[in-house]
T-cell receptor, first 113, second 110 residues
Framework: NAGVTQTPKFQVLKTGQSMTLQCAQD?????MSWYRQDPGMGLRLIHY???????DQGEVPNGYNVSRSTTEDFPLRLLSAAPSQTSVYFC????????????FGSGTRLTVV | QQPVQSPQAVILREGEDAVINCSSS?????VHWYRQKHGEAPVFLMI?????EQKGHEKISASFNEKKQQSSLYLTASQLSYSGTYFC???????????FGGGTRVLVKP
């Protein structure tokens, strides 16, 4: 029972590079989302998905792309990394039922230099 | 809009009580509470739905006042393990997405 798996755990990028953060869940959750966490800012929603083939923007989507080709996977792509994207990124998933809490992955700590 | 949490930080002695508040300017359908230990992922504690019900998890309970668009988390007879940052997440009527507050840091000392 892996839950939500995020890779990599740590990453250093140079400004302008692109990369993909991976997120996979094995709980058959319909809902998946990406948050970024900055000191003193709490968790801010980047993108989310309510099922395969369906994605939508959150509060801070600029500079990020997502796709959802399967129920299990929800990768987050950084198109051209900027120092402002230095953050800890969390993937979270849940059932679509109203009483379902989120299960978070262990996070990816990204530094852009 | 992001819900507002208060206080931003609280220091307790083991066995003491504390209350954390979460307020929103928007109509709420449900409120989630999570606890995050340093360097770890947030962990789900409980969810409260419209109707003002109170829930509990160990000696941690919460209430939801939908008229005031406010939820409160009660830490009763705090234990060392209660230390961490507590986040509320609010959900409006539409959709599953949660908007999180800025967090409340709790430190329980022996």
């Amino acid at each position: 029972n892996a839950g939500v798996t995020q890779t990599p755990k740590f990453q250093v990028l140079k400004t302008g590079q692109s990369m993909t953060l991976q997120c996979a869940q094995d709980m058959n959750h319909e809902y998946m989302s990406w948050y970024r966490q900055d000191p003193g800012m709490g968790l801010r929603l980047i993108h989310y998905s309510v099922g395969a083939g369906i994605t939508d923007q959150g509060e801070v989507p600029n500079g990020y792309n997502v796709s959802r080709s399967t129920t299990e996977d929800f990768p987050l792509r950084l198109l051209s990394a900027a120092p402002s994207q230095t953050s800890v990124y969390f993937c979270a998933s849940s059932y679509l039922t109203i009483q379902s809490g989120y299960t978070f992955g262990s996070g990816t700590r990204l530094t852009v230099v | 809009q992001q819900p507002v949490q208060s206080p931003q930080a609280v220091i307790l002695r083991e066995g003491e009580d504390a209350v954390i508040n979460c307020s929103s300017s928007k109509a709420l359908y449900s409120v989630h509470w999570y606890r995050q230990k340093h360097g770890e992922a947030p962990v789900f504690l409980m969810i409260l739905l419209k109707g003002g019900e109170q829930k509990g998890h160990e000696k941690i309970s919460a209430s939801f006042n939908e008229k005031k668009q406010q939820s409160s988390l009660y830490l009763t007879a705090s234990q060392l393990s209660y230390s961490g940052t507590y986040f509320c997440g609010t959900r409006g009527a539409a959709g599953n997405k949660l908007t999180f507050g800025g967090g409340t840091r709790v430190l329980v000392k022996p």
